[in-house]
């Protein structure tokens, strides 16, 4: 069983209509990370233990971009504690992260969901470090 809270995840990409590269972006601020975190944080068990794995960020971001990245931690679902992979529906403001939603977490033989999900905007979570 997986967890898909948000149905929209397939139409955000980048303002110019473009996925944005594999590999390529900047670093998340701390104060950006914790917006992500806080939205992963409502749909896995005990956040707090959580231990992110954060991939680049694009540089350009702007409007609604999707970000996918990586999370050891528990999962309201039997089965599916451990390293599971996610795409978050994240909103900019002037390139900075300013929100963030979850559209899918995956862990274990599922996790293949979220990493097709990825593939179609040229994002992969298993870079994430």
């Known amino acids: 069983m997986a967890i898909l809270l948000v149905s929209s995840v397939a139409g955000c990409v980048t303002p110019d209509g473009s996925s944005p590269a594999l590999g390529g972006g900047r670093d998340l601020a701390p104060e950006e990370k914790k917006i992500i975190a806080d939205a992963v944080g409502r749909v896995i068990k005990e956040p707090g233990s959580a231990k992110f794995r954060w991939a680049k960020f694009p ?4 409007g609604d971009v999707n970000y996918c990245a990586s999370v050891n931690a528990k ?3 039997p089965g599916y504690s451990g390293n599971q992979l996610y795409i978050a529906v994240v909103g900019t403001e002037n390139g900075r992260v300013k929100s963030a939603v979850v559209g899918a977490i995956h862990g274990g033989s599922d996790a293949h969901v979220v ?3 990825c593939k179609r905007y040229g994002l992969n979570p298993d870079d994430a470090v």
């Not at 540089?59 to 702007?62: G, H, R, V, W």
């Open 59 to 62: 540089a350009a971001a702007s």
């Open 115 to 117: 990493r097709n999900l």
């Open 75 to 77: 999962s309201p679902l």
